[in-house]
């Protein structure tokens, strides 16, 4: 049991009975996801609002001044009609829109929004499912929203659509092992898979014990590789509307077609709280200790519960801004990008934050000290100048990138240039 775990456990709490687990879980169940779907939907609205103060225009304003234009959106799409594309196998083309959205949805039922709840009736989590092995579940469960994609685009039986599918499953697939990897420093720093105890770790001398701190390498490789996991932009490849027409949904219609971009929002939401819970504390509010020690009040649980939601509205805000900001990279940038810098990055990394845990842990330094964090700090600041401004400097991944020697490109482009004249003085001959 670890040192930041025992205030959790000062206070004597009466037993929860079974009925008033099953209760409390239907209740937060039905809480939860209402909120969660509502937010979703708003979220649509957020995106529109967001880039036209961005752009400088007014965005949705008629109806209900701009605020019911989500549900006039989503009763335009119940109205339309459903089609089905002629040779589409539709068991799996009906299917692939729920799968798209509802591992996204899980992944939620292990992630603690608040801190717990002591209440008359015995200690009440602020999760659905507090699992021990709650990360681990995490990434078996968001492991499954590729199949929703790679599925929607083969039964549509569409070149452009399979050709999406293709791509997302290989940006997905590509992208998921960085992240993974990126994961294993904030186990290591942890000593843990369960969420729970990841954000008491934190809270030790939080903000500097909060693992974008400490694992700030593993916290940037996260942050790209998650989007590439939700197919934002500048990852939007397998949706590319200049490319592909709308990628792996180009067949699709009505509420099924809009499921799409709800999975799309779900993920960037999920996306979100696991940044928030792995690198930035969860619902920890920094600075003291107050909300981790006993007695765990309502007012506790409801104020690190709006923290941590404040928190993923940051990020989601920031999905929003890096989608109207950067264009879209190129295939071949995408897969150089995850195979030849994230992955082996991470997987250095880990060696690094291994060996500096085992060197602080040898040097008498506990993980509950604020010595030992503060090394990881200066660590990760040292290693993020060197991997930023040294190693890359814009040469690795660039949009003037070219595999050919600088002088074959100056001799390419003389004989365009000598074409282009050559060119110019034919068409003056013709002219005369």
């Known amino acids: 049991m670890t040192v930041s775990m025992l205030p959790l456990l000062q206070a004597a709490v009466p037993p929860q009975s079974m009925n008033v687990f099953i209760l409390a879980t239907i209740v937060k169940m039905l809480v939860f996801f209402t909120i969660y779907l509502v937010g979703v939907a708003m979220l649509t609205l957020a995106e529109r609002k967001v880039s ?69 009736w015995g200690r009440i989590e602020m999760a659905l499912a507090p699992l021990p092995i709650g990360f681990l579940f995490i990434l078996a469960i968001t492991s499954i929203g590729i199949y929703g994609i790679v599925i929607a685009g083969w039964s549509s039986n569409n070149k452009y659509s399979l050709l999406g599918g293709l791509r997302s499953s290989a ?15 904030v186990l290591i ?82 996306a979100s709280a696991l940044l928030s819970t792995l690198f930035f ?59 030849k810098i994230l992955l082996p990055t991470a997987l250095a990394y880990i060696m690094v934050i291994a060996g500096s845990v085992l060197a602080l842990q040898i040097a008498g330094f506990g993980a509950s000290s604020w010595q030992y964090h503060a090394a990881l700090f200066g660590l990760n600041i040292v290693l993020t100048i060197v991997v930023l401004f040294l190693l890359d400097r814009g040469r690795i991944v660039s949009p003037a990138y070219s595999r050919l020697h600088p002088v074959q490109l100056e001799r390419l482009r003389a004989a365009t240039a000598a074409r282009m004249r050559g060119a110019e003085a034919a068409a003056v001959e013709a002219n005369r």
């Open 171 to 185: 940006q997905m697939v590509s992208y998921e092992i960085a992240m993974g990897m990126a994961t294993i420093p």
């Open 281 to 339: 504390g969860g619902w920890d509010i920094p600075f003291t200790r107050w909300d981790n020690v006993a007695p765990h009040t309502g007012l506790k649980t409801l104020l690190t519960t709006l923290l941590f939601f404040g928190k993923i509205m940051f990020f989601v805000f920031f999905f929003m801004w890096i989608r109207w900001t950067l264009p879209r990279f190129r295939y071949d940038q995408l897969m150089s990008l995850g195979w």
């Open 189 to 270: 720093l942890a000593g843990n898979v369960s969420l729970n105890q990841i954000v008491e770790h934190q809270a030790v001398v939080a903000p500097m014990s909060w693992h974008a701190a400490t694992a700030t390498l593993a916290w940037l490789i996260f942050l790209i590789a998650a989007f590439a996991e939700t197919n934002r932009l500048p990852f939007d490849l397998p949706e590319a509307e200049s490319e592909l027409v709308a990628g792996y949904h180009s067949e699709y219609s009505a509420m099924k077609f809009s499921m799409f971009f709800i999975a799309e929002y779900a993920n960037m939401v999920t």
């Open 52 to 120: 036209a103060w961005m752009q400088d225009r007014h965005g949705p304003n008629r109806v209900g001044k701009g605020w019911l234009q989500p549900a006039a959106d989503g009763l335009k799409n119940i109205m339309k009609e459903e089609t089905y594309p002629g040779d589409a196998y539709k068991p799996l083309f009906v299917l692939a829109p729920a799968m798209a959205f509802i591992p996204a949805l899980l992944a939620w039922a292990v992630i603690p929004f608040g801190s717990p709840w002591d209440s008359r």
